[in-house]
């Protein structure tokens, strides 16, 4: 099988990463808010977003009160 040397260094940082916190998955996600936090870039909230069924439904009530 084919070894992609890329692949096989995302894996070994990703596992460098992971032991500097000592497998502590809440310390990790912690790091990356704060890494978040210092970059200075906007970041978007999709969670805040509206389904594609509720935009639907709220467009068919626009255009029905355009037309009165």
């Not at 992609?4 to 808010?33: G, M, P, T, W």
């Not at 936090?37 to 009160?65: C, F, H, P, Y």
């Amino acid at each position: 099988m084919h070894q992609d040397k890329i692949v096989e260094e995302i894996h070994r940082i990703r596992e460098e990463y992971l032991r500097s916190f000592n497998y502590d998955l809440k310390a990790l996600f912690s790091d990356l808010q704060k890494q978040q936090a210092e970059s200075g870039k906007e970041m978007v909230n999709l969670s805040s977003k509206r389904s594609q069924s509720t935009r639907w439904i709220n467009r068919e009530k626009d255009s029905k009160q355009d037309e009165k």
